[in-house]
């Protein structure tokens, strides 16, 4: 049975390293029951981070999405990576979600990393909820970050729930639950890791001032939005609950809000409430536009697809990961449906796929299905030429959507396996990389005869060089790229000999060897390279031998 489109949230938890996302997912596939157990990062057993490079870091790199029930939602949820080196990870994700979690520390509140990520959501438009976690930790302080995702990510964050308390338990006044704006009521969250209880208490008589100014406030910034509700409390009649939490929903699917809750997902404090929020607020994927694409049999005319079964089977790549047997491509369903052994067409590389087996990630298990509806995730076995960015579609109704940009790469390194014998080798492996991974790039230099690899970042490029040993049993030799220049240099500057020495301001910037034209009874002449690879920086050459 395909779910019903209403009833799917595809999320992401989104963050600036360390903030906690991971502990956050954990605690989520716990609470909806799919996990019988916590992981937790610091003991590398978390279900997220199922590669081993990422349990040995304790940092989330791939995505993965993994799809786990909620009340009467199914929540397709993809973790996604905070590292700066990553970012490039998270667009992809948020190209093809629906909403977003995003994590923050109470005590480092927004970070470099946080701001690039709310930047990029704002770019594709994801509606948020935010979450402030480790609200347990020495320093703790709710009201800061509040105020710092207004002023730093110019955001309109709307508190629904406010902390009791903060900090670890020997401080006074100790974080030890939360209150509920909208019920008026005290959340107490069952300790220890097997307790998955939440007890609705009245609110502590110290915090009822406090949580009654929060909720004003709240009431407040949703008038604009429900004349409804500003009439209502005028009338000083008693406001329904439901009708407080569809108007919020209207502010975050106009992106004209964020409701913020907080907790500490490392005691299990607050995550349940943000597991309700998204089925609350955040969009299904009945509550986006159409994709729009260019139909390539129609001179590339516009054309859009509705999330509605009987249009034709339209989908993004969005993830290739290995997998058992042969790629695992992942793939947001955007028109249509799906069933196992269809062809599908790929009109950017003019291709029909055999798509062979359908699978939805659970935390504990795989689950192959016989069904896709659209709105939803699905990993795909069996395509054999599509890559992220791709367009997958019904072979007679050829639609082509807009790929996924992805940023250059930034860094290069220069490798050689220890063995010649193991060249073809690297070059095949590093082809089915890129293949997984588009920012990552490998190039032969046909001069140098080096293989240059380049990626986001030095981690980025390490964790390739670590997949490449342990995956493939590829020992790599690491250099710095050699530069090779080939340009015929100016009429006038004739070089003698050898020159080295490339000095870019005042730094010295690589060594070159270059074989000129000898001239006898010549100068070694200063002289501007206008282009040099890696970077095209003009460089000054100051020095000939
Ligand atoms: P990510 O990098 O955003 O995925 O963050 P992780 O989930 O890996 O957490 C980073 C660190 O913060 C780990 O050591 C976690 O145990 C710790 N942590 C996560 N949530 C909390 C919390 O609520 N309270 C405290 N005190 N520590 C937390």
């Known amino acids: ?49 199922f590669d081993p490079e990422e349990a040995e870091r304790g940092i989330t790199i791939y995505s993965a999405c993994v799809t786990f029930p909620w009340k009467d939602c199914t929540i397709n949820l993809i973790d996604t990576p905070g590292h700066v080196d990553f970012t490039a990870e998270v667009e992809r994700c948020l190209r093809v979600l629906d909403g977003g979690v995003v994590v923050f520390s109470a005590r480092e509140g927004v970070e470099a990393q946080s701001e690039t990520v709310w930047r990029q959501a704002d770019r594709y438009k994801v509606p948020r909820v935010a979450f402030i976690n480790k609200m347990d930790r020495e320093g703790a302080d709710f009201e800061s970050v509040l ?185 947001r369903v955007y028109s249509g449906e799906l069933k196992p052994n269809s062809r599908l ?51 007679r109704s050829p639609i082509l959507l807009e790929s996924i940009k992805f940023p250059e790469t930034v860094i290069g390194m220069a490798i050689e396996p220890e063995s010649s014998a193991d060249r073809d080798k690297l070059s095949e492996t590093l082809a089915m990389m890129r293949r997984q991974d588009p920012t990552f790039d490998a190039l032969e230099n046909k001069d140098t005869g080096q293989t240059i690899i380049s990626g986001m970042g030095e981690l980025h490029l390490e964790v390739i060089r670590h997949r490449l040993l342990r995956d493939f049993k590829l020992n790599v030799k690491v250099h710095k790229p050699r530069v090779s220049y080939r340009e015929t240099v100016g009429k006038s500057a004739k070089v003698t000999g050898e020159c080295h020495r490339i000095i870019q301001g005042q730094q010295l910037f690589a060594k070159l060897t270059i074989q000129v034209e000898h001239v006898p009874n010549q100068q070694p002449p200063v002289m501007v390279i206008s282009k040099c690879p890696p970077d095209n920086v003009p460089f000054e050459l100051i020095e000939a031998a």
């Open 147 to 331: 105020a710092e995702i207004e002023r730093r990510l110019k955001a309109n964050p709307v508190p629904i729930q406010i902390p009791i308390g903060a900090g670890p338990p020997h401080v006074k006044d100790a974080f030890r639950g939360v209150i509920d704006l909208i019920e008026m009521k005290m959340l107490h969250f069952g300790d220890g890791d097997e307790d998955r209880t939440v007890e609705v208490r009245d609110i502590p008589e110290d915090y009822v001032d406090k949580a009654q100014l929060y909720r004003d406030n709240l009431l407040e910034k949703l008038y604009d939005l429900s004349n409804e509700l500003m009439e209502l409390s005028l009338s000083e009649e008693p406001i329904p609950t439901q009708l407080i939490r569809d108007v919020i929903r209207k502010g975050v699917l106009a992106r004209e809000l964020q409701p913020v809750l907080c907790g500490s997902a490392l005691d299990g404090i607050g995550v349940q409430p943000i597991l309700d929020a998204v089925t609350c607020y955040l969009p299904s994927p009945k509550d986006v536009p159409p994709v729009v694409g260019t139909n390539p049999a129609k001179k590339n005319q516009s054309e859009s697809r509705s999330p509605d079964p009987s249009d034709p089977f339209c989908g993004l790549v969005f993830k290739v990961l290995p997998a058992k047997h042969g790629d695992m491509t992942w793939v």
């Open 1 to 49: 049975m395909a779910r019903k489109l209403e009833d799917i949230r595809n999320i992401g938890v989104i963050a600036h390293i360390d903030a906690g996302k991971t502990t956050v997912t954990e605690r989520m596939l716990f609470y909806s029951g799919t996990s019988h157990r916590v992981g937790e990062v610091d003991k590398g057993n978390t279900t997220t981070d």
């Open 345 to 395: 067409l790929n009109p950017g590389r003019d291709v029909k796929e055999n798509c062979a087996q359908l699978w939805h990630i659970q935390a504990s298990r795989r689950e192959q299905v016989d069904h896709v509806g659209c709105g939803d995730i699905v990993g795909i076995i069996g395509l054999r030429h599509s890559v992220t960015g791709d367009t997958l579609c019904d072979t």
